[in-house]
């Protein structure tokens, strides 16, 4: 039997490192076999090309470069780790995925929506996950730092993502309230 394919998406510091840990570990004490994964990274390739994103030496080569680079990691990080773990039956968390790019390459980097949808068809073809659940908080306390506009454009993204997506997406989680072990299920 095929796994399951749970995403946490939301901006900086909403809980979603945080979410992907406490289900995880639920998941786990019911005896289910689970893959803790992020992106960028989560494979040994992809984790070389996070590095040179999160180094920031890719910034200067524009959005396009980066996004171009994002999908890299992706497609190593589909076929090594997420594609064998479902395959196995194994139930794969994964902090952040193509909802971040749309987000942040597309909505705030002005990249051309069918740009982003053909390397979301060349990397992950027809994975999608099975569940998505949206870290969000208060403007004051995650999305510091943020401009009015950056916080507009995330919150329109979401709600884009959200009506065009025909997966199921979770209730949208609070990033400030406090968690516990009973959050995760």
Known sequence: MRGRFITFEGGEGTGKSTHSILLSDRLEALGIDVVLTREPGGSPGAEVIRHV??????????V???????????????RTTIEPALARGAWVICDRFIDSTRVYQGTLGKLDPNLIRALER????????DLTSFSMCRQRSGLRGLTGDGVRALRTASRRSRAASTRPYATPTGGSQPM?????C
């Open 53 to 62: 994103l999160l180094s920031g030496v890719a910034k200067p080569l524009g």
């Open 64 to 78: 396009k470069a980066e996004a171009l680079l994002f999908a890299a990691a992706r497609d190593d990080h589909v």
């Open 122 to 129: 060349v990397t992950v073809g027809e994975l999608r996950p």
């Open 180 to 184: 516990s072990p009973a959050a995760a």
